[in-house]
Structures are given as structure tokens and as C-alpha cells.
């Protein structure tokens, strides 16, 4: 790691490389936790009402362990079969992963509010066996299982561990109220009942025996936004290094034991399910679940009951939650410090979330396909808004070109990483895998930048950035620029074709009741951008088109705008 100029604006307390991890897979990083904080509370679900229930660091175990039981005893079920997991954050979340990765068997992560085909494609792919899905979205199955190699459902309910009156409340709005309880039309179990059925058969049995570091243990889908959904195929020793990994860079932030935090994003998504349910665990803390984070004010109550010190979020819902009353009115009190992955933290949102907490928010850098988390702004040390910080520990960062040769330093290029956190490889594509991972560099398809102190820049996505008569137009630089103007609550970016330039600039902005004309969007954008960036089309839209943790989907984005060309409003003329 000659080359690691990073290294130097590491803070005292993080090692350069990552020391010698005890842990071989999962259940032994999750099973020292478990027995260290026994009598703690681990996980308390909050539903937008304040209702509440809550599991404790033993009963995790226990339950974890009783899952495991069913999975192997009852189903039959043995060493590396794939089990999909479709539910919201809730409290049989944790429960149902542990059990799944204590049973020696690989957990499949699967949004629950994926369409048929969708499901039909990760089950199909991923070759799953079992499905444990919220009951809530069971009106997909019958036109699911039957196109699967699904032998077992198992149903779980949003209010499930929670105390009985609050749950029979709960379960008694979703049937007579929202109409959100279809009925379930195929065969299955009741998740009590599964954990019952495994109480009863528990062995005692090893099921671990012979997992190890290079053993699966998730096939986490990748979001599919550029083409075919791939499994990236996660090992024990690659999330309990970039566990440690992510523990390391906050240092002193984070003390065992005494944190809160507040897990908005969804689990299933990589970023929250190493970070939080993982990363959170390992240390003690709280973890405080709220099932959607939509719209924000779902959070209110999370955040008035409950001493959060830490907030893992994507740049939308720390936007949103800037554009509620009751959050700016009234700051937490108790926050340390806020972490964004997942897409751009805009330099604005970054700035005024300082103002208004008063604590700092650092940007981190990850993939799918590292588990997530390839570099990140050190807390303690320097901490740069508007990068994404520096490679954490043992890990290996480049920006190269086309060739694959390392560009001069500030220069953009094509980001390569390099470390234990890097996946084995996608699920049954080796031609792709081959093309993603070279010498065991991860390409990972964003361009960004070095400074003379290490820290990267993303400057774009490859296959987002916009073609104009030749020069590069990168749409995160103008979403950021559109962001910080007042009255602008979101924005997204696109390329469209264009018969003069090959292609044009097209911003869709979502705006507050005090919003900017067009035209005064594109003077600002030409006060601060050069003239081949300044968008020659913005259109006003209700809502964008996001992923389940508030990603942008530009891909989406511009299929709806080529299909409604004829009807957008170009300002191009006379603007």
C-alpha cells in the first residue's frame, strides 16, 4: 500500500490495516454480542403512532437459534440452501436473518415490494428453497410459488413480537381500516408456529461446521437499474470484515453499549443491513426500526421517544426530513453524528443539516458488490463535504481510465477498489463477474476523482453521464447546483437526444409551494455552470421515480420522459 497517501489523515485510533479478526463467519460476530449484552435492548420497532415492541439482545438469540432449528430440523433444509427474506424493518427481521446464518444457510434479500415478475426472477436465479415474507404483500404468491423452486412460506405479520393489545390493535387497523391484510392463498406457516416447531426440535446440533470465511452467506441482488438483476455473492469473512471495517472509521464516535440508533433505510438493503443490523449489534446499541420511512413525519415519533444518537440515511430522507416542521423546529437533541451512503450527499443538504443539528454528517462510498463500504470520511479526523471520503481500512482505491492504467491525481476516472470486503463473484454469471472483477479489482462503474490528500470524489455514474457536442456532463454536479436554490425539495437529471448536440440536459424538479420559475432555474444554473451543462429542458413533477432507500432512478426517469417527449416543456427557446 505504497501508494496510500490516505493513510496519513487516518485519526490516532484507526488502524492502517485491519487487526486480526476473532470471528470466522457471522453467528461468532453476532454470538459475542449477544452474550456480552444479554439483558440490553436490541431492537424496538416503531410504527408512525409511537406503538412499539421491543426484543432484547438474548431473546434475538434464542429466537435466531430456534429459526435455525426449524430451517434445519423441520424443513430439512441443509448447508448453503438459499432462504428469501421479504419484509420491512421489524422486529422478525433480525431474527429470521440470524436464524437464517446460523443454520449454515445463505439469506437472499428480496424488497417486499418487488412486482410477481420481480420475485419470480430473484427466486428463480437465486434458487431459494424457502421464503419467510410479511404478510402484508401475500397477494403475490399464487402467481409466484408455483414458478419457483419454493417448497416452504412462512408468513410474518408487521406487529409480530409486539405486547398482545398493541398487536391485536395494530392487526385490527391493517384488516378493518387500511385493507392491507389479503388473504394468503397458498400453503404456509405462521412464523409462531415455525419458531415453535423449532423450540421443540432444537439438537443442539453444529450447524456450522466447516462455514468459514469463504463460505456464502447473502446473495444480495443488485438493484437492476442498468440491466438484469445479479446476485452478488457475499461471504461470512467479507461481512464481518466490512463490519469491523465501518466500526473502525468512527472510532471513538461510536461507544459500545450506549447507542441509539435509527434504522430508516430498509435492512434488506445492503447499506443498512451491514451497517445497522450488523455494525449495531456488534457494538450494543439500540437499534430503533421504523418499517417506511415515507412519508417523513412516519419518523416523528421514533425521534420524540426515543434518545437517538446515530442516523444512517441517503441524501432524500435527510432532505425531507430538513423540509418537516417538526424536525427543524425541534433538532434531537441527543444526535452525535448521521452517515449517508447510497447515493451523493448534496454539499447543501450536508451544510444545512450541520446548521440545524448541529452535529456532522459524513459521506461514505460503498457498493452491493463490497458489502458495502469501500471508503469513508473519518470522524475525528478530516472530513470533507462533498467526498466520500478515503479507504477504510486494508482496502486499495484507484481511479483509472479505459485501459484500466491509474490517471494522474485529480483527474477523473473510472473508481477500482481492492480489499477483504469485495464479493466472491455474481450468482452463475461468470462472464460478468470477469468483466466486474480484474486482478481482483472491483470495477465499479463511477467516475470520481483523488486529491492531494487521498480523498475521492464520485463525480458521476459511467452510464449516467450526458453526451453534449462532445463534452462530459456529469448529473449529479447539476442536481447539486438545482438543490441549493430555495423552494427545491428534489431533483434528478437525465441526458435526452437531441438532434444539434446529440444530447441535451433534462432536469425534473419537485418544488415547494415557494418555487422557482424555470427561467430562473436556468439563469442560476448559467451563473454557475458552464453553458453546455445548463439544462435546455426543466419540468415540474410531483414525485420522482426512487428506489426503496430513496435512490434516484434516473434509468426510470428517462423512459418516462421518452415516452412523454412530445408533452415536456422545452425551455430551450427564448430561455
Known amino acids: 500500500m505504497t501508494d496510500a497517501i490516505w493513510l496519513d489523515h487516518y485519526p490516532q485510533e484507526v488502524a492502517k490495516e485491519l487487526p486480526e479478526i476473532p470471528h470466522h463467519h457471522l453467528p461468532s460476530l453476532m454470538g459475542e454480542a449477544s ?15 409511537g406503538m412499539n415492541g ?9 429466537l435466531s437459534d430456534h429459526f435455525a432449528a426449524y430451517l434445519r430440523e423441520e424443513l430439512g ?8 427474506v421479504q419484509m420491512p424493518n421489524c422486529l422478525s427481521y433480525p431474527v429470521v436473518a440470524f436464524g437464517i446464518l446460523k443454520a449454515g444457510c445463505v439469506i437472499v434479500n428480496t424488497n417486499p415490494l418487488y412486482t410477481a415478475p420481480e420475485m419470480v426472477h430473484q427466486f428463480r436465479d437465486s434458487g431459494a428453497k424457502a421464503l419467510v415474507v410479511i404478510d402484508m404483500f401475500a397477494d ?13 412460506v412462512v408468513t410474518v405479520k408487521i406487529s409480530e413480537f409486539f405486547p398482545a393489545v398493541v398487536g391485536k390493535v395494530i392487526r385490527g387497523v391493517q384488516r378493518y381500516w387500511s385493507r392491507s391484510l389479503p388473504p394468503v392463498e397458498v400453503s404456509h406457516t405462521l ?26 452467506a447473502a446473495l444480495q441482488y443488485t438493484g437492476g437499474t442498468t440491466g438484469v438483476s445479479k446476485g452478488a455473492m457475499l461471504t461470512h469473512g467479507n461481512l464481518v470484515s466490512n463490519t469491523i471495517q465501518m466500526l473502525q472509521m468512527n472510532g471513538k464516535y461510536i461507544q459500545e453499549g450506549k447507542e441509539i440508533v435509527l434504522t430508516a433505510l430498509p435492512l434488506y438493503h445492503i447499506f443498512a443491513f451491514t451497517v445497522n443490523l450488523l455494525g449495531f449489534y456488534y457494538v450494543g446499541a439500540r437499534n430503533i426500526l421504523v418499517p417506511s420511512p415515507r412519508p417523513p413525519s412516519n419518523l416523528k415519533r421514533a425521534f420524540e421517544n426515543y434518545k437517538v444518537t446515530w442516523l444512517t440515511g441517503v441524501n432524500t430522507l435527510f432532505n425531507a426530513l430538513l423540509n418537516e416542521r417538526w424536525f427543524t423546529d425541534r433538532p434531537p437533541k441527543h444526535l452525535v453524528a448521521s452517515a449517508a451512503g447510497g447515493m451523493a450527499l448534496h454539499e447543501s443538504v450536508a451544510t444545512k443539516w450541520q446548521e440545524v443539528t448541529g452535529t456532522p454528517i459524513v459521506e461514505g462510498y460503498g457498493l452491493t458488490e463490497s458489502s458495502p463500504v469501500i471508503s469513508f470520511n473519518p470522524l475525528g479526523g478530516k472530513v470533507k463535504i462533498g467526498s466520500i471520503g478515503i479507504p477504510v481500512p486494508s482496502t486499495l482505491m484507484r481511479c483509472v481510465d479505459e485501459n484500466g492504467k491509474p490517471v494522474k491525481q485529480g483527474e477523473a476516472g473510472e473508481l477500482v477498489a481492492k480489499g477483504p470486503q469485495i464479493m466472491k463473484g455474481y450468482w452463475q454469471r461468470e462472464d460478468e463477474t470477469n468483466s466486474t472483477l480484474v486482478d481482483g479489482w472491483l470495477h465499479t462503474g463511477d467516475i470520481g476523482e483523488m486529491d492531494e490528500d487521498g480523498y475521492f470524489t464520485i463525480v458521476d455514474r459511467k452510464k449516467d453521464m450526458i453526451l453534449v457536442s462532445g463534452f462530459n456532463v456529469y448529473p449529479n454536479q447539476i442536481e447539486e447546483t438545482i438543490a441549493a436554490m430555495d423552494g427545491v425539495t428534489e431533483v434528478g437529471v437525465i441526458g435526452m437526444p437531441d438532434e444539434k448536440s446529440g444530447e441535451k ?5 419537485v418544488s415547494s409551494l415557494q418555487e422557482p420559475s424555470r427561467e430562473e432555474i436556468i439563469a442560476y444554473c448559467r451563473e454557475h455552470m458552464a453553458a453546455y451543462k445548463v ?9 420522482l421515480p426512487m428506489s426503496p432507500i430513496g435512490k434516484i432512478l434516473r434509468r426510470e426517469l428517462r423512459d418516462g420522459a421518452l415516452a412523454t417527449a412530445s408533452s415536456s416543456s422545452d425551455t430551450s427557446k427564448g430561455a
Do not use: C, H, W
Open 35 to 49: 452474550k456480552k449484552y444479554s439483558g440490553q435492548k436490541a431492537f424496538t420497532q416503531v410504527m408512525p403512532n
Open 54 to 62: 421491543t426484543l432484547t439482545y438474548e431473546k434475538v438469540d434464542e
Open 77 to 84: 433444509l441443509v448447508q448453503g440452501d438459499r432462504v428469501a
Open 140 to 152: 403475490r404468491l399464487p402467481e409466484v410459488i408455483g414458478k419457483t423452486n419454493i417448497e416452504t
Open 191 to 216: 412464523f409462531k408456529d415455525a419458531l415453535a416447531k423449532g423450540k421443540a426440535q432444537a439438537s443442539g446440533k453444529d450447524y456450522l461446521e466447516g462455514i468459514g470465511r469463504d463460505s456464502l
Open 505 to 509: 440536459v433534462a432536469a425534473f424538479v
Open 535 to 543: 439544462p435546455s429542458m426543466v419540468t415540474f413533477v410531483d414525485e
